[in-house]
């Protein structure tokens, strides 16, 4: 069997003879993919019954939560989307003991966390800034062997399971959206639209963007299919299949920014209950 031929190459990590600042792109990535994953885990570990917040003074204690995963104080309900759906293990009886101390951001985060990290645009990113698989087009890695995505890595053929789970969320959140304008105040009850709607609802467009741009989600809809046009049923599909594929043109923006949104909306929900910030959810219209 043909063992292949390789072309020419410098040894060693990073030697190359390319001029260009080939490694400003992996290193902005690992940092920005770093940074957001250090974050999220942060914000979850903080509302979980977890021992250091614990000593901190910030422990959530099992079903009570540290206060900061929605905005209350305004009489609507701006719930961050690292916590959606509200799932609190401590205070639903079919959680297994052992898992009551997580947040509820630990206990579903599964789902979006799976869908980015088999999602074949965030693959070539990480492989690249955290892997050195490769380290570069043309660049020299630091080691020479390369099994494809094998093993462990199989894994990664469950995107399309993670896509209808992620999907799920659209409407979730749509749905935390709604209720984000939604005040009541003993009897009284009004429509309004905070800053926190508006990032919500900002929110839920980049996540659709993402999930309906999916490789995955252009397959479902448009795969299998060569006939766009005999029956009203293929010709939605012709149509589904257009606005997905104008999606996916973009998926890599979609990707980074809807990851760059959920996380500030995050932080502001966090900002707005935390007094250490001193920041509020400024209503725009309505409410009460
Ligand atoms: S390929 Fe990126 S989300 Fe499916």
Redesign the pocket.
């Known amino acids: 069997m043909s063992s292949g031929m390789k072309l020419p190459m410098k040894k060693g990590f990073g030697a190359t003879d390319r001029v260009d600042a080939w490694w400003k792109g992996p290193t902005a990535m690992a940092a920005y993919l770093g940074i957001m994953i250090a974050y999220s885990t942060w914000r979850g570990f903080m509302e979980a019954d977890f021992w250091i917040f614990s000593d901190f003074g910030l422990s959530a204690g099992v079903g009570h939560g540290n206060g900061t995963m929605a905005i209350e104080n305004n009489h609507s309900h701006v719930l961050s989307p690292l916590f959606s759906p509200l799932i609190i293990p401590g205070e639903n009886s079919w959680v297994p003991s052992q898992f009551q101390w997580m947040s509820p951001a630990m206990f579903i985060l599964i789902f979006p966390a799976g ?2 990290g ?5 693959r070539k990113a990480y492989y690249r800034a955290f892997m050195q698989q490769p380290t570069g087009c043309a660049v020299s890695k630091p080691w020479d062997e390369y099994s494809g995505e094998t093993g462990l890595l199989l894994i990664q053929n469950l ?1 399309r399971y993670f ?1 209808y789970a ?1 999907l799920a969320y659209l409407p979730i959140l749509s749905y935390d959206v709604w209720l984000s304008m939604n005040f009541h105040h003993g009897n009284a009850s009004a429509l309004g639209i905070s800053v926190g709607t508006l990032i919500l609802a900002l929110n839920v467009i980049l996540l659709g963007g ?2 309906l ?5 252009r397959h479902l809809v448009g795969g299998a299919s060569n006939d766009w046009t005999s029956t009203p049923m293929n010709r939605f599909k012709y149509k589904l299949w257009k606005f997905s594929t104008i999606l996916n043109e973009h ?1 890599k923006d979609w ?1 980074l920014y809807s990851l760059f949104w959920v996380m500030f909306a995050d932080f502001y929900v966090y900002a707005c209950t935390d007094p250490m910030f001193g920041w509020s959810d400024v209503i725009l219209w309505g409410g009460l």
């Open positions: 869908f980015r088999t999602c074949y645009y965030y995107h896509m992620a993402y999930a741009g999916c490789h995955a989600f998926h990707a």
